[in-house]
């Protein structure tokens, strides 16, 4: 299982960003998808979920109206498209993935809950 972030940059506040998180070597049909962030001297937080069908999806409370995950089975990409910016906002954002449909239905966007880990892409926002 192979995770691919990228589309992170600098951008200033109010700005848009879209990340892509692509899967090599095996098919994101099954796998919820999740959107994790770090910013430096702080723990990795939840930022966004979606299930492997598609239908659900989850937001941490500070980007909800934001930002919207979405998914594309077949180009095997899950993205991230953030909008409005904040200077807050700027962390390394990695994604992850668990072969359960919806796994932040169950337990949250949880770092825990999930065994596949890409490399990260750092978005920083600043003027």
């Known amino acids: 299982v192979q995770l691919q972030a990228s589309g992170g940059g600098l951008v200033q506040p109010g700005g848009s960003l879209r990340l892509s998180c692509a899967a090599s070597?095996?098919?994101?049909?099954?796998?919820?998808i999740a959107w994790f962030r770090q910013a430096p001297g702080k723990e990795r937080e939840g930022v966004s979920c979606i299930s492997a069908s598609g239908s659900n999806t989850y937001y941490a409370d500070s980007m909800k109206g934001r930002f919207t995950i979405s998914r594309d089975d077949a180009k095997n990409t899950v993205y991230l498209q953030m909008n409005s910016l904040k200077p807050e906002d700027t962390a390394v954002y990695y994604c992850?993935?668990?072969?359960?449909?919806?796994?932040?239905?169950?337990?949250?966007?949880?770092?825990?809950?999930?065994?596949?880990w890409g490399q990260g892409t750092l978005v920083t926002v600043s003027s």
């Open positions: 070597g095996f098919s994101l049909d099954y796998f919820s």
């Open positions: 992850a993935a668990r072969d359960q449909n919806d796994v932040c239905g169950f337990f949250g966007i949880a770092p825990r809950s999930f065994g596949s």
